[in-house]
């Protein structure tokens, strides 16, 4: 027994001298970072906007006083401080004018009440669509490994698709999708993609909050402002005409004048044998005008030159965008400063970059990845990895901070999903160092694996995680964090008022650094490749790029 104290006692001073070789981080700093990136001097960091000009100029000026190298885009031989990024920018010109039509009669609906409708993406310069038929498709699914088929054949051309959001088995919490767990066939995304595949005019997504994981303020305040995609060849294949959201009590009362029941449909669906259903004697007519042009945004990229293995790369990213100028809140207000999303994540790159280069050069180089319109579909981290700077074979792993918790330090942490790789466990066990423990995804069923920039490179196969601030606070436990974290959700996500505050401490992002930095360096200084589980569904891509890796 005393032998077995001593051996604890050593690992636990091992464990502590090893912490402390990481270095401080100061929260006065991260806190001033945010406060400039989320001012209403940069407008909501918006793309292709006044504020983006800012952003960029900013954070090119802390890599530069850091002395990181720029790590963007080659020109005459040179790196630049940035990847350009050509994106299709799209917005409604005036007033769309909607309605819905019952046996004849017509209701006009209102972009931002009943109904939020986004920007044609799919090349679209007007929308003329008269009483185009309502069919419900259930949760618009068609996963054929699954031997699932929401659709069942049913013509969707020139009609408007119906469909729900989240996975059939999200309330049941059982079933061929996971269970509450949210798969990439529940987020709306894909509905859309499903749709314009199965040649559907539009796609109207029903808006419930629990399922969706985010109100109708969030849903009004991303859809009906400009949108962004990637520059496609064959737009329309991705995207059909109209893609819009509604509310679920609009929702229940149209199925209802249509003599359907939309809690029994919704249950209906949650099953294999579901059939579509026409809404009989309903339609939906939408008219007007899109002014879309391709815009050139930028990736912000910072670089470190690694000593022995200059060409095997360690990636820290976090998205600068935010929603920029919108509609007014109830205060007037239309600056979406985005304090905490991300003006968190992207102080914490200038950090973390400001820390590396203080330090002993690393083995391998790290890149501080910058990206843009996160907001807009993860556009610029989709970008980079399908055009990356450094290759993806040779990317040992990427580390995404996104909307970090800006108030004191908790007990554990978590990442975005559930997915399982080495980097998740290399990451365990460097927290264990500051007694953190792991929480897995507290809500699974939200999808955040696929909404934050890690997943453009884990489909890829490259190894990511995107880090979450821990909800067990050391002042106040679960039910203070969970109480921040719901407050945070319900009131301020993707809304005007998500603003620096001076009562923000930044303690606990500080010390989540450490880890952080700790888990890049070993990484950075070692001649380990960490790789996705046998049973991933990532593992197949990263194989492909196994010869890379000797």
Do not use: C
């Not at 209102?110 to 993406?121: D, F, S």
């Not at 044998?273 to 391709?294: C, H, I, N, Q, R």
């Not at 995804?441 to 890829?460: I, L, N, T, Y």
Request: glycine share 8%; charged share 25%.
């Amino acid at each position: 027994m005393k032998r077995l104290a001593l051996s604890l006692l050593a690992l636990s001073i091992s464990s502590a001298v090893l912490a402390a070789e990481a270095p401080s981080f100061d929260p006065h700093r991260l806190s001033a970072d945010v406060k400039t990136l989320s001012s209403d001097a940069f407008e909501g960091r918006g793309p292709a906007t006044a504020g983006e000009t800012k952003t960029v100029d900013y954070l090119i000026a802390q890599y530069k006083a850091a002395g990181l190298q720029p790590g963007g885009d080659l020109k005459n031989g040179k790196r630049a401080w940035t990847q350009a990024v050509p994106l299709l920018r799209a917005e409604i010109a005036g007033a769309p004018a909607l309605s819905v039509s019952v046996d004849g009669k017509p209701q006009a609906l209102t972009q931002g009440e009943q109904i939020a409708v986004r920007a044609a993406m799919d090349g679209s310069k007007q929308v003329a669509i008269k009483d185009a038929p309502l069919v419900f498709v259930g949760y618009g699914v068609k996963a054929p490994e699954r031997h699932w088929d929401d659709f069942k054949g049913v013509d969707l051309h020139g009609k408007i698709a119906v469909v729900l959001i989240n996975d059939p088995d999200f309330e049941t919490g059982q079933g061929d999708f996971g269970g509450k767990a949210m798969t990439y066939y529940g987020r709306w995304t894909y509905k859309y993609e499903e749709a314009a595949r199965q040649g559907a005019a539009g796609v109207l997504i029903v808006h419930e909050t629990e399922p969706a994981s985010y109100g109708w303020n969030t849903v009004k305040n991303s859809n009906t402002n400009a949108m962004f995609d990637i520059v496609r060849d064959k737009p329309a294949e991705t995207h059909p005409q109209v893609e819009a959201w509604i509310q679920r009590d609009f929702a229940v009362d149209l199925f209802k004048r249509a003599g359907l029941d939309f809690d029994a449909l919704k249950k209906q669906a949650q099953t294999r044998e579901f059939k579509p259903v026409t809404l009989k004697g309903e339609s939906f007519s939408a008219s007007y005008k899109v002014d879309s042009k391709v815009i050139t945004s930028h990736n912000v990229v910072g670089h470190i030159d690694g000593a022995k293995h200059p060409d095997e790369t360690v990636i820290y990213s976090a998205h600068w965008d935010h929603l920029g100028v919108g509609a007014p809140d109830a205060k007037g207000d239309k600056i979406y400063n985005g304090a905490v999303d991300n003006g968190t994540g992207t102080a914490a790159l200038i950090e973390l970059a400001r820390a590396f280069k203080s330090a002993p050069k690393p083995e391998r180089s790290i890149v501080f990845l910058n990206v843009t319109a996160e907001e807009k579909g993860l556009l610029g981290s989709e970008y980079y990895a399908a055009n990356p700077l450094y290759p993806l074979g040779k990317t040992v792993g990427v580390i995404n901070l996104d909307a970090l918790d800006p108030h004191g330090p908790a007990r554990n942490f978590t990442i975005s999903g559930s997915a399982r790789l080495d980097l998740l466990d290399d990451l365990i066990a460097t927290a264990k160092r500051w007694n953190l423990s792991y929480s897995p995804d507290p809500k699974p069923e939200a999808g955040h694996f696929f909404r934050s920039d890690h997943f453009s490179f884990a489909k890829r196969g490259v190894p990511a995680i995107s880090f979450g601030s821990g909800n067990d606070w050391v002042d106040g436990g679960l039910a203070a964090g969970k109480q921040a974290e719901d407050e945070y959700t319900d009131k301020h996500y993707h809304q005007p008022s998500d603003e620096w505050e001076a009562g923000w401490s930044f303690t606990g992002m500080a010390r989540d650094l450490q880890i952080l930095y700790t888990l890049g360096s070993e990484l950075a200084n070692s001649n380990q490749w960490p790789d996705w589980s046998k049973d991933s569904e990532f593992r197949a891509a990263r194989d492909k790029t196994a010869a890379d890796r000797k």
